[in-house]
């Protein structure tokens, strides 16, 4: 008995001692588990683990004859580097379609991702079938960093913007006319779609009507008035593009129809083809004019002259007193000068024509004998020397 309790003692006493021996800090216990922790899967890889089709076998013999083999050809594979960065443009072809977007093979370990919003720049309500298909080829651009699947994500939006935005300063540098299509209105103006760009047109530069909602889906001509591709600003102008279509079919000389839209203390301003031109008060009429309101009436129907025209900034100067017949026929009888107004002009440009050569001729004759001035100087110079020597 007293054996037995004296080995129960030492028992315990060993116990006692060496139990602290088996604590572990929490540091290494967080250690062990970090150590111990297993390797998350990449998607292939889970895929793979999953696989239960068919399992091919290939003899030695086969591989010898190959001169390859399935373990050299996984080696191979974990030993390329696969070195795939932010904003790369790469190549890759449309593999399948997936929620929300489709997968695209560019040669990684794991397929990329190309999302709905990135697959295209314009997109309206539209599917990621109808803008992309299945075996299509094209570059895209990597738009983010490999995820715990080692997974990228892909964008063909990007691609077209930076194009886009290539053509769009293409155009202004060369200053060509283009047709757009209207999206939407505001209370400035309207927004049109030029290249896949949202470009602004200010109220003020569309001819002809305002901004409402009947201009949606109108396609109309217009110019860049600013661009400028750091801020994200297209700014456009139908105007411009109106104006200069028409002012070069136009010529000083020309005899138009108009429409007066307003009258001023200094003349009337009247609209031809789409165009504001300036009727001076000056330009009305031989006689003197002095109640401008009992001559020409706002929405009233003339014909005029052009006598002068800025083709850049689209201003066009008018003329009714170049189609009097008689001085102050527009005051007593202007329907008399609209019916002769062509022939009126006919004559006013000929005799304008001869001015003109006469100007030349004259301005020739004085050159000619500001020449035979200078010769006769020489010559009595010279006559003055041989006297000289002469006398010598």
Same mark, same amino acid.
């Given at each position: 008995?007293?054996?037995?309790?004296?080995?129960?003692?030492?028992?315990?006493?060993?116990?006692?001692?060496?139990?602290?021996?088996?604590?572990?800090?929490?540091?290494?216990?967080?250690?062990?588990?970090?150590?111990?922790?297993?390797?998350?899967?990449?998607?292939?890889?889970?895929?793979?683990?999953?696989?239960?089709?068919?399992?091919?076998?290939?003899?030695?013999?086969?591989?010898?004859?190959?001169?390859?083999?399935?373990?050299?050809?996984?080696?191979?594979?974990?030993?390329?580097?696969?070195?795939?960065?932010?904003?790369?443009?790469?190549?890759?072809?449309?593999?399948?379609?997936?929620?929300?977007?489709?997968?695209?093979?560019?040669?990684?370990?794991?397929?990329?991702?190309?999302?709905?919003?990135?697959?295209?720049?314009?997109?309206?309500?539209?599917?990621?079938?109808?803008?992309?298909?299945?075996?299509?080829?094209?570059?895209?651009?990597?738009?983010?960093?490999?995820?715990?699947?080692?997974?990228?994500?892909?964008?063909?939006?990007?691609?077209?913007?930076?194009?886009?935005?290539?053509?769009?300063?293409?155009?202004?540098?060369?200053?060509?006319?283009?047709?757009?299509?209207?999206?939407?209105?505001?209370?400035?103006?309207?927004?049109?779609?030029?290249?896949?760009?949202?470009?602004?047109?200010?109220?003020?530069?569309?001819?002809?009507?305002?901004?409402?909602?009947?201009?949606?889906?109108?396609?109309?001509?217009?110019?860049?008035?600013?661009?400028?591709?750091?801020?994200?600003?297209?700014?456009?102008?139908?105007?411009?593009?109106?104006?200069? $279509? /028409?002012?070069?079919? @136009?010529?000083? %000389? *020309?005899?138009? +129809?108009? !429409?007066?839209?307003?009258? &001023?203390?200094?003349?009337?301003?009247?609209?031809?083809?789409?165009?504001?031109?300036?009727?001076?008060?000056?330009?009305?009429?031989?006689?003197?004019?002095?109640?401008?309101?009992?001559?020409?009436?706002?929405?009233?129907?003339?014909?005029?002259?052009?006598?002068?025209?800025?083709?850049?900034?689209?201003?066009?100067?008018?003329?009714?007193?170049?189609?009097?017949?008689?001085?102050?026929?527009?005051?007593?009888?202007?329907?008399?000068?609209?019916?002769?107004?062509?022939?009126?002009?006919?004559?006013?440009?000929?005799?304008?024509?001869?001015?003109?050569?006469?100007?030349?001729?004259? $301005? /020739?004759?004085?050159? @000619?004998?500001? %020449? *035979?001035?200078? +010769?006769? !100087?020489?010559?009595?110079? &010279?006559?003055?020397?041989?006297?000289?020597?002469?006398?010598?």
């Amino acid at each position: 008995m007293k054996l037995s309790i004296a080995l129960l003692s030492l028992t315990a006493g060993a116990s006692a001692f060496t139990a602290p021996l088996q604590t572990s800090s929490p540091s290494t216990t967080s250690l062990q588990s970090t150590l111990e922790k297993p390797k998350q899967l990449t998607r292939f890889d889970r895929i793979k683990a999953k696989y239960k089709g068919p399992q091919i076998t290939i003899s030695p013999e086969v591989e010898e004859e190959v001169g390859f083999s399935y373990s050299a050809f996984d080696d191979a594979v974990a030993a390329t580097d696969y070195s795939f960065n932010r904003n790369d443009v790469v190549k890759g072809t449309v593999v399948q379609y997936d929620k929300g977007g489709c997968i695209v093979d560019i040669g990684a370990k794991a397929s990329a991702f190309l999302p709905l919003q990135e697959a295209a720049l314009i997109q309206d309500g539209v599917s990621i079938e109808s803008l992309i298909e299945i075996d299509e080829e094209r570059n895209f651009e990597i738009i983010s960093e490999e995820d715990e699947n080692g997974q990228l994500m892909v964008s063909i939006r990007r691609i077209q913007y930076r194009e886009a935005w290539d053509q769009v300063v293409a155009k202004q540098e060369t200053d060509e006319a283009f047709d757009a299509e209207c999206v939407s209105v505001n209370r400035g103006g309207a927004i049109f779609l030029v290249n896949g760009l949202r470009a602004f047109l200010p109220g003020s530069h569309l001819t002809g009507r305002l901004p409402d909602e009947d201009l949606i889906g109108q396609t109309l001509p217009l110019k860049f008035l600013e661009v400028n591709q750091e801020e994200n600003k297209l700014v456009v102008s139908n105007r411009r593009a109106v104006v200069e $279509a /028409q002012m070069a079919d @136009l010529s000083r %000389g *020309d005899v138009i +129809d108009g !429409l007066v839209k307003a009258l &001023k203390p200094y003349g009337a301003f009247v609209e031809v083809g789409g165009m504001s031109g300036l009727l001076h008060i000056s330009q009305i009429s031989m006689d003197r004019i002095v109640d401008l309101e009992k001559v020409l009436q706002p929405g009233q129907k003339i014909k005029c002259m052009i006598i002068d025209h800025d083709k850049v900034n689209g201003r066009i100067a008018l003329s009714t007193k170049t189609l009097e017949p008689e001085p102050g026929d527009m005051i007593r009888d202007p329907e008399r000068v609209y019916d002769m107004a062509d022939e009126t002009a006919r004559i006013y440009l000929e005799k304008q024509e001869a001015e003109r050569k006469k100007r030349e001729e004259s $301005a /020739q004759n004085i050159v @000619l004998g500001l %020449g *035979d001035a200078l +010769d006769d !100087l020489g010559s009595s110079d &010279k006559s003055s020397d041989n006297l000289d020597s002469l006398l010598s």
